[in-house]
């Protein structure tokens, strides 16, 4: 299967979108552990069949553990792995406060990469498919605080 992916400018978008929405410091701390991050997913691809689930979460988990923005590390997290879902046909329907703890804990190390994608998957479905499901403003509006 052959998967879109998140590039640099899509994950800065959503940087930005995050830091738009929900406040803190602009800028890439770290360019290293950035790219690390958005190289995750394609190096499982490489050596695996993973899903797309697996694949959303590998960015997640890179971007909310490497921490490579000043600020919004779990929020930008967050947006990457459900637009990388979307850019691969399915479409995420979690709850904000649900989603919101899930990368707190994602971050933390509370729940696995594995636990995660599994919570991807549940909470999923292909796009065109989604036609029984409310829509929600999940990516957009998803605050992340933690402490």
Request: proline residues 4%; aromatic residues 10%; charged residues 20%.
């Amino acid at each position: 299967m052959r998967f879109r992916w998140i590039t640099r400018d899509i994950a800065m978008a959503a940087h930005t979108q995050s830091l738009s929405d929900h406040g803190g410091s602009p800028g890439v701390r770290d360019e290293g552990l950035h790219e690390s991050a958005l190289a995750r997913p394609k190096n499982l691809a490489a050596y695996g069949k993973p899903t797309i689930y697996e694949l959303a979460a590998a960015l997640a988990y890179g971007l909310a553990k490497n921490h490579p923005f000043i600020d919004g590390n779990k929020r930008t997290a967050f947006l990457c792995a459900y637009a990388f879902l979307g850019l691969n046909g399915a479409e995420l329907d979690a709850d904000e406060a649900e989603a919101a703890a899930i990368m707190v804990d994602l971050a933390a190390g509370k729940v696995t990469e594995e636990e995660f994608a599994w919570w991807l998957q549940a909470l999923s479905a292909p796009v065109g498919l989604c036609w029984f499901r409310t829509p929600t403003k999940t990516a957009r509006s998803v605050g992340i605080r933690s402490g």
